[in-house]
T-cell receptor, first 117, second 116 residues
Framework: DAGVIQSPRHEVTEMGQEVTLRCKPI?????LFWYRQTMMRGLELLIY????????DSGMPEDRFSAKMPNASFSTLKIQPSEPRDSAVYFC???????????????FGPGTRLLVL | QKEVEQDPGPLSVPEGAIVSLNCTYS??????FMWYRQYSRKGPELLMY????GNKEDGRFTAQVDKSSKYISLFIRDSQPSDSATYLC????????????????FGQGTILTVHP
């Protein structure tokens, strides 16, 4: 299994530009999570999907952030317009969420390092 | 108050030391407890997984869960420089609807350095 795939691995952009981060979850996983990690705030959950449907986006910092999951194998996180304070590492994670009888755990991608100048 | 509290450290120990990492939590619904390890410039990876209270051992690593005290621990015996990483505790439970969708609540992470 290839694991969770994220692209790009690094992104440097200028303030005001649109940034799109991409994620391919592990095949068969039905929940997908977007996180942001900084030294100051640690790992923050931004939004998560189950069966391609957004379940909770309360962690999205503001309207400049949006996320989509058009199918089970692809998700995007978009920032428009980007600001320097958006600089962070953005992780995507996926899990096969089951029933009461078992519980698996999240598998993380390698992350996208975003720097907004 | 955060649902999960974890001392961010940093923690620096000599090689061979026993390391103790801890988290406390406030949500009684948490049933599944995990420890993730994150090396520099990498994504977190699962290290230990336990269900409910008790101990679980895997090589040099032991995870303990005390649900009555809402306290979990990770012990590393004979620590090695390769153990230097950030350790994040994580936990989840079930909503009243029967699924949490796999959502995890993470601690802030403890930065550990094991020096030779």
């Amino acid at each position: 299994d290839a694991g969770v795939i994220q692209s790009p691995r690094h992104e440097v952009t200028e303030m005001g530009q649109e940034v799109t981060l991409r994620c391919k979850p592990i095949s068969g996983h039905n929940s997908l999570f977007w996180y942001r990690q900084t030294m100051m705030r640690g790992l923050e959950l931004l939004i998560y999907f189950n069966n391609n449907v957004p379940i909770d986006d309360s962690g999205m910092p503001e309207d400049r952030f949006s996320a989509k999951m058009p199918n089970a194998s692809f998700s995007t996180l978009k920032i428009q317009p980007s600001e320097p304070r958006d600089s962070a590492v953005y992780f995507c994670a996926s899990i096969r969420d089951g029933t009461r009888t078992y519980q698996e755990t999240q598998y993380f991608g390698p992350g996208t390092r975003l720097l907004v100048l | 108050q955060k649902e999960v509290e974890q001392d961010p450290g940093p923690l620096s120990v000599p090689e061979g030391a026993i390391v103790s990492l801890n988290c406390t939590y406030s949500n009684s619904a948490f049933q599944y407890f995990m420890w993730y390890r994150q090396y520099s410039r990498k994504g977190p990876e699962l290290l230990m997984y336990t269900y409910s209270s008790g101990n679980k051992e895997d090589g040099r690593f032991t995870a303990q869960v005390d649900k009555s005290s809402k306290y979990i621990s990770l012990f590393i015996r004979d620590s090695q420089p390769s153990d230097s990483a950030t350790y994040l505790c994580a936990m989840s439970g079930r909503s009243t609807g029967g699924t949490s969708y796999g959502k995890l609540t993470f601690g802030q992470g403890t930065i550990l350095t094991v020096h030779p």
